[in-house]
T-cell receptor
Framework: KQEVTQIPAALSVPEGENLVLNCSFTDSAIYNLQWFRQDPGKGLTSLLLIQSSQREQTSGRLNASLDKSSGRSTLYIAASQPGDSATYLCAVRRRGSRLTFGEGTQLTVNP | DGGITQSPKYLFRKEGQNVTLSCEQNLNHDAMYWYRQDPGQGLRLIYYSQIVNDFQKGDIAEGYSVSREKKESFPLTVTSAQKNPTAFYLC???????????FGPGTRLTVT
C-alpha cells in the first residue's frame, strides 16, 4: 500500500527566503506526482504535475523535482511572499489508479 | 470559464436526514472523485467514477452513495447511516491522459 509523508508538518519563514518542502513515498512504481496548494476553507489548486519519466517541472517561482528511485519529491519556492502562505500537499498516482495524498505542510511566510 | 462547481458552500442538516451534495464540471473530463477532509487527517477518497454509469468505492464509502448519469455531474448523497458526516467535502475531476486532478471549492457539511 502506497504511503506518502510530508515533512515538516508546519514551517514558518520570513518573507524573501527560499524554501524546500519535502514529500516521500514508499512505492516507487508511480505514474506521476502532483503538488497542490490549499488555502483555508478552500479547494485544492494544482501547482505542478511531474510524470514518472521527468526529473523536474517549473512554474514561475516554483520548482518541483522527482527522484523515483529514492521515493522523494521536493517543492522549491523561491523568494517567498506572504501570499504563499497556505498548506501544500503532494499526491502520487499509479497508472489507472487513484491519488494517494500526504497530509500536507502548512507554510506561513511572515512579512 | 471551465471548472468544477460545488453547491452549496455551506450545508446544515439535522441528524437522521439524508443530504445530497452537488458537483458539476465543464472540463469534459471522464473521471470524477469525491473526497472527505477532516482536520489532521488529510484527504480520504469516498467514491470515484471513471466513466458515465460506472463508479467504484474508495476507502471510506460506508454511509455514502453516488450516481453518474451524466458526464458533467457526480452528486454525492450522505445518508443517515454515515456516523460522523460533519466534514469538508471536495469533488475533483481528472484529465484522460495525464490524470491531472482539478478540484472544486468544496462544501462544508454540518450535521447536528
Amino acid at each position: 500500500k502506497q504511503e506518502v509523508t510530508q515533512i515538516p508538518a508546519a514551517l514558518s519563514v520570513p518573507e524573501g527566503e527560499n524554501l524546500v518542502l519535502n514529500c516521500s513515498f514508499t512505492d516507487s512504481a508511480i505514474y506521476n506526482l502532483q503538488w497542490f496548494r490549499q488555502d483555508p476553507g478552500k479547494g485544492l489548486t494544482s501547482l505542478l504535475l511531474i510524470q514518472s519519466s521527468q526529473r523536474e517541472q517549473t512554474s514561475g517561482r516554483l520548482n518541483a523535482s522527482l527522484d523515483k528511485s529514492s521515493g522523494r519529491s521536493t517543492l522549491y519556492i523561491a523568494a517567498s511572499q506572504p501570499g504563499d502562505s497556505a498548506t501544500y500537499l503532494c499526491a502520487v498516482r499509479r497508472r489507472g489508479s487513484r491519488l494517494t495524498f500526504g497530509e500536507g505542510t502548512q507554510l506561513t511566510v511572515n512579512p | 470559464d471551465g471548472g468544477i462547481t460545488q453547491s452549496p458552500k455551506y450545508l446544515f442538516r439535522k441528524e437522521g436526514q439524508n443530504v445530497t451534495l452537488s458537483c458539476e464540471q465543464n472540463l469534459n473530463h471522464d473521471a470524477m472523485y469525491w473526497y472527505r477532509q477532516d482536520p489532521g487527517q488529510g484527504l480520504r477518497l469516498i467514491y470515484y467514477s471513471q466513466i458515465v454509469n460506472d463508479f467504484q468505492k474508495g476507502d471510506i464509502a460506508e454511509g455514502y452513495s453516488v450516481s453518474r448519469e451524466k458526464k458533467e455531474s457526480f452528486p454525492l448523497t450522505v445518508t443517515s447511516a454515515q456516523k460522523n458526516p460533519t466534514a469538508f467535502y471536495l469533488c475533483a475531476s481528472s484529465t484522460d491522459v495525464t490524470y491531472e486532478q482539478y478540484f472544486g471549492p468544496g462544501t462544508r457539511l454540518t450535521v447536528t
